[in-house]
T-cell receptor, first 116, second 118 residues
Framework: AQKITQTQPGMFVQEKEAVTLDCTYD???????LFWYKQPSSGEMIFLIY??????QNATEGRYSLNFQKARKSANLVISASQLGDSAMYFC?????????????FGTGTSLTVIP | GAGVSQSPRYKVAKRGQDVALRCDPI?????LFWYQQALGQGPEFLTY????????KSGLPSDRFFAERPEGSVSTLKIQRTQQEDSAVYLC????????????????FGEGSRLTVL
């Protein structure tokens, strides 16, 4: 079974609008972390936001927020006020902290295009 | 340096050649990961080191792939007898996190080594 599932291969959003990128995960690990990374066409992987499995509040970092629903095993990324520079691939990742000793798993990614 | 450094950035190899890809992690980072990323795909796990110990090599696709980190800092990924299906970007990432230490421990990635096998 896939550890991380991203069901949206491509998404379009109008500039200045908000967009939600979906991510579901599968783990039996009692402690884990969830991450989102951005990969522009230049190729570098840029860390955006982190949510710990025991965190009670949803993580926020500037225009990025993570909608964490533990019971549903979902960790959707919300980007508010989209900018043209947000056009990139976005990857959801999970770190299992007990069962696999900090192993990281990545999803297949969502390509986001911001339309002027 | 301030970030994760990988070399070479680009490598073209003829099928059957051996290649070596180098990763210099952020100083002091104990965890080091290698990933393979095909065009338009997500990073696929290859192997993981904590200091010099290779804790997981389950993602290495075949015995032609070998990774080492002898002194717990620089790591080398070696691919023997390269084949066309080995063409990909090889990403190295490091993290400061140890199991049980409460920090974010996000992965810091290098720019990748793009391997093309002809």
């Amino acid at each position: 079974a896939q550890k991380i599932t991203q069901t949206q291969p491509g998404m379009f959003v109008q500039e200045k609008e908000a967009v939600t990128l979906d991510c579901t995960y599968d783990t039996s690990d009692p402690s884990y972390g969830l991450f989102w990374y951005k990969q522009p066409s230049s190729g570098e992987m840029i860390f955006l936001i982190y949510q710990g499995s025991y965190d009670q509040q949803n993580a926020t970092e500037g225009r990025y927020s993570l909608n964490f629903q533990k019971a549903r095993k979902s960790a959707n990324l919300v980007i508010s006020a989209s900018q043209l520079g947000d056009s990139a691939m976005y990857f959801c990742a999970m770190r299992e902290e007990v069962n696999t000793g900090n192993q990281f798993y990545f999803g297949t990614g969502t390509s986001l295009t911001v339309i002027p | 340096g301030a970030g994760v450094s990988q070399s070479p950035r680009y490598k073209v190899a003829k099928r059957g050649q051996d290649v070596a890809l180098r990763c210099d992690p952020i100083s002091g980072h104990v965890s080091l990961f290698w990933y393979q990323q095909a065009l338009g795909q997500g990073p696929e796990f290859l192997t993981y080191f904590q200091n010099e110990a290779q804790l997981d090599k389950s993602g290495l696709p075949s015995d032609r792939f070998f990774a080492e980190r002898p002194e717990g800092s620089v790591s080398t990924l070696k691919i023997q007898r390269t084949q066309q299906e080995d063409s990909a970007v090889y990403l190295c990432a490091s993290s400061s996190r140890l199991a049980g230490v409460a920090n974010t421990g996000e992965l810091f990635f290098g720019e990748g080594s793009r391997l093309t096998v002809l």
